[in-house]
Nanobody, 125 residues
Framework: QVQLVESGGGSVQAGRSLRLSCAASGFIQSAWCMGWFRQAPGKEREAVATIDRDIEEPASYADSAKGRITISRDINTNSLYLQINSLKHEDTGMYFC?????????????????WGQGTQVTVSL
């Protein structure tokens, strides 16, 4: 059974860091394009970062994520990670990891068809 399970969210103060994890099962996540998405309260879900199966391709980041957020993967644990530094209040939201069935372009979130249940991040001022 293909499954994604996120963890690592929580309530933190602005300026701190968090590392979100996404454990994949039923498939090898490094063989797929994977991504992290965020849904803030009252807003649509948006892409944060994607990482392609081709290790030669650099990861892609939303403009709001560049410089503070890093997506990575661990082949040994079959997991995907999202490191968020210098947290801001606007980082608050539910974070989802997902697998893409075709493109790794974060401008095409419809390509991502396997989703986890999400982990909540709340950043207080």
């Amino acid at each position: 059974q293909v499954q994604l399970v996120e963890s690592g969210g929580g309530s933190v103060q602005a300026g701190r860091s968090l590392r979100l994890s996404c454990a994949a099962s039923g498939f090898i996540q490094s063989a797929w394009c994977m991504g992290w998405f965020r849904q803030a309260p009252g807003k649509e879900r948006e892409a944060v970062a994607t990482i392609d199966r081709d290790i030669e391709e650099p990861a892609s980041y939303a403009d709001s994520a560049k410089g503070r957020i890093t997506i990575s993967r661990d082949i040994n644990t079959n997991s995907l990670y999202l490191q968020i530094n210098s947290l801001k209040h606007e980082d608050t939201g539910m974070y989802f990891c997902a697998r893409s069935s075709w493109t790794c372009d974060l401008r095409n979130p419809s390509a991502f068809d396997v989703w986890g249940q999400g982990t909540q991040v709340t950043v207080s001022l």
